[in-house]
């Protein structure tokens, strides 16, 4: 009896201490994820908003650097004897130093780190800024302005990879469309800003540059402040991207960023962050081996490499399509946004002079021109002697009010877009931006109100908002060592796009504004063709996360 109760007790200390090998094993195999659900298990609290925030504000400080500069023209004009070529050189000269550094900028993010070169892009680029306010030439101001695009490249495309990098794929589209939110209402800035500053009068002298300090050059320096902030506060308090760290092989630094981002997000979970262990998948052990492979290989040989991949077999169709589609929408978006505060004013003002009269968009620019031409000749038919040049150092106050009613309208698109992109396909968010702009684009040629004509303008600009649903599709299309490049590459094809927009609608508004009206939204019918053809744009990213769970 004695043996018996002996045997069974043992018997039962083997079930227990089996039982309880088999509950370890089994608890740190549910602790060791794929890095999808790692990024999962983190919570969405603070740190994602926080983020967000601050990723908008980052996109936004392109639109000041490229955009901002258009404002100072009327009121710098003197100071710096800008001519109407100057101007041109001037809108599109950043843009230029962004095409001239994009795809060396993505190369370095892919290699160096997101955080690793927004960073000091950033804080160059608001040097740039600051050296382009004390300008004491056009010369000058060029060159400022071309490094300035030069070095906040590396933040404009780079900081979608990033963002993206901190979200799993069920809330990726969604945060990125937070982020152009965020971005929307950051753009009321510029118009704000400007109203606060540019019709000031103040001046004083800075001996040192021989320059005369007014308004104009204090706005280039608050529109290049943005950029230090941002910089700033990533360097402080944002960490590197820990999908690119775990590309990277070094499965413990990603784990330490995991757990401080669980703890700013769950500060009350007493249990901590569940997981111990990321499962490597292909993509971490190809970059290891590329890791291995590229030790002391020349890096523009890499360089060249990294693009022949982006260019070759199957990523060749998808960054074509993505490329073209960017190119088409800076052209058409940029090219007419330069030329929004000129249009808009002049055909308000017509409004208000012939309330009764019903004329054309295109046959009231026409009007103003040929009304200008006159008035030139018969300047010209004067003593010369006579006329002195007039400076205009303020603004009418209906600019800075059309300017604020096309970035609100980007701030309640956004905002719509963040609700609905998780709900349907990029596709159809795509379709019905794209189609429903060149619908407003073609209205604005047969549109005998001019208040009407407005409005359609207004809309028509609001295809701005493709441009970050393209990057979001960007995003999902290409693994994390090609992510960066891809992204900054296609922006790269934008800014060509917005180069060659703003000098051919500016050589051909006045003669032919029909037809600059009408390709632009044609542009835009073959933008939406194009979108069909974007290989897992019809995917609902919500719905992802459920169907894995459903089969698991």
Known sequence: MASDKVNNLGTQQIHIISTSTMDLKEKQQQQAVDFDEALARLGFGKFNYGLILLSGILITTTTYETIGISFIFPVAECDLSLTTQHKGILSGITAIGIIASSHFWGFLADQKGRKSIIVPSLIVAFLTSLLSSVAINFEMLVVCRFFCGFFIAGSSATIFAYLSEFHSSRNRSKVLMAASFIYGVSCNYMPALGYLVLNRTFHFHIPLFDIEYKPWRLYLLLCGLPSLVCAIILLLFIPESPKFIFSKGDEEETLNIL??????????????????????????????????????????????????????????????IVCLMQCGLFASCHGLYMFFPQIVDQLASYSNQFPTERSTMCEI???????????????????????????????????????????????????????????????????????????SGFGTLF????????????IFMGLLLAVNIVNSATVDLFPTNLRGMAINISMMFGRIGSVLGTNVVGFSLDHYCTETFGVSAGIMVACGVLAFFIPKIRKIDGKIKDKKQNKS
């Open 447 to 458: 549109s005998t109100i001019p208040l009407l004509s407005v409005y359609l303008y207004v």
């Open 259 to 320: 757990r401080k981002i669980h703890k700013i997000n769950n500060p009350k979970d007493t249990e901590g962050y569940n997981v111990t262990k990321v499962i490597e998948d292909v993509e971490f052990i190809d970059s290891a081996t590329r890791e291995m492979n590229n030790v002391s290989e020349n890096p523009f040989v890499m360089l060249w490499k990294q693009t022949y991949i982006l260019f070759s077999g199957n990523n060749a169709r998808k960054m074509i």
């Open 365 to 439: 620019l026409t009007l103003v021109e040929e009304l200008a031409m006159n008035v030139t000749e018969i300047g010209n038919m004067t003593d010369s002697s006579e006329h002195v040049q007039t400076c205009s150092e303020t603004y009418e106050v209906s600019t800075f009010f059309y300017s604020l009613i096309l970035e609100l309208l980007y701030m309640f698109g956004f905002l719509v877009i963040t609700f609905i992109i998780n709900r349907t396909t990029k596709l159809n968010v795509l379709l019905v931006i794209l189609f429903g702009c060149s619908i």
